[in-house]
């Protein structure tokens, strides 16, 4: 049968009172999507943040009649552009197999795919990350990701220990792995990402010797080859001092998640530590890269 869906662009701080009226009026799903195009980043373990503004995509059974919630909507002060408040007739369908088609197999570099699960990798003689996609982390699409996971590809080496700080999926962790580094230590703190990411390991055969995942504060102490940190600006900012006690003298950093009015900051700060390369744009994103100072180098 068909249903109803109802878009609605609202204030972020007013989302749950309003999702659980649109569940008491009769939807039997709701949604969040970003209404900007903005990144977030978890501060504390557990949370749930949100876009500044958020539309909320609900669906109800075709045959209920949504007056009296478009009417109440019309009034909400937290729905921004009550004129655009509309009700998309969707016709029944196969869901799962209709989102499956829309993820396809990714390249990256020359020799780096992010393949989904349930399909054949193209190369089968390719680095092959299996990983599905995911709303609660990355699954390599996002630009940010994927000139993290390109740089991967051209600078790990065999042997190589390395930080993914931030590690969400996992998906630049095992990327790592699968390029020959040593020892991949996945750091976030959030336990979800945890979790997800010691799946994703297994899923591509990686041994807990290899790659093991921590929050924060159990982080063996210990200096990598490489850290790759593709979080966001103010949680970059404030992890400089640490990364540069992560990163052996010589060793490489890559730093991501920020846009570019935010670069020059960054630079500045990690200068400190590190000798900083010329950063690398893609769309509005920036990633930038340096290698870590002797210790009698900083300042």
């Given at each position: ?9 609202v204030q ?20 969040y ?8 980043f ?24 949504l007056?009296?919630?478009?009417a ?12 655009t ?9 196969d ?11 990714q390249r990256?570099?020359?020799k ?28 390599g ?15 790990v ?16 962790a ?11 230590y ?13 799946d994703?390991?297994?899923r ?22 490489i850290?790759i ?8 900012l ?8 992560l990163v052996k ?5 890559v ?6 009015d ?26 930038l ?11």
């Amino acid at each position: 049968m068909p249903w109803q869906q109802l878009k609605i662009q609202v204030q972020s701080t007013q989302i749950e009172p309003l999702e659980q009226h649109l569940l008491e009026q009769g939807a039997l799903s709701v949604s969040y999507l970003d209404a900007e195009d903005q990144a977030i980043f978890q501060i504390e373990p557990g949370s749930t943040p949100l876009w500044d503004k958020s539309y909320l995509l609900c669906l109800f059974e075709a045959a209920l009649n949504l007056s009296d919630v478009l009417a109440w909507l019309q009034q909400h002060p937290a729905v921004i552009n009550k004129q655009t408040l509309q009700i998309e007739i969707l016709e029944d369908q196969d869901w799962k197999r209709s989102w499956m088609q829309d993820f396809q197999a990714q390249r990256f570099g020359e020799k780096l795919w992010i393949c989904p699960s349930w399909q054949t990798p193209p190369d089968s003689n390719a680095i092959n990350i299996m990983l599905d996609p995911g709303l609660a982390f990355g699954s390599g699409s996002h630009a940010t990701t994927s000139m993290c996971l390109q740089w991967l590809e051209q600078f790990v080496v065999e042997g190589s220990e390395v930080i993914d700080y931030g590690c969400g999926s996992g998906v630049l962790a095992i990327a790592a792995a699968l390029l020959g580094a040593r020892r991949v230590y996945a750091v976030d703190n959030d336990p979800q990402a945890i979790t997800a990411t010691v799946d994703n390991s297994r899923r591509n055969k990686i041994s807990d010797d290899v790659l093991s995942a921590h929050l924060p504060d159990t982080l063996p102490q210990m200096q990598a080859d490489i850290l790759i940190a593709n979080i966001l600006a103010e949680p970059l900012l404030e992890l400089a001092a640490r990364f540069s006690e992560l990163v052996k003298p010589g060793g490489k950093i890559v730093l991501s998640g920020l846009l570019q009015d935010q670069t020059k900051p960054l630079l500045d700060s990690y200068r400190r530590w590190f000798s900083m390369e010329s950063p690398l744009q893609q769309q509005e994103w920036m990633r930038l890269s340096g290698s870590r100072l002797d210790q009698g180098s900083s300042e």
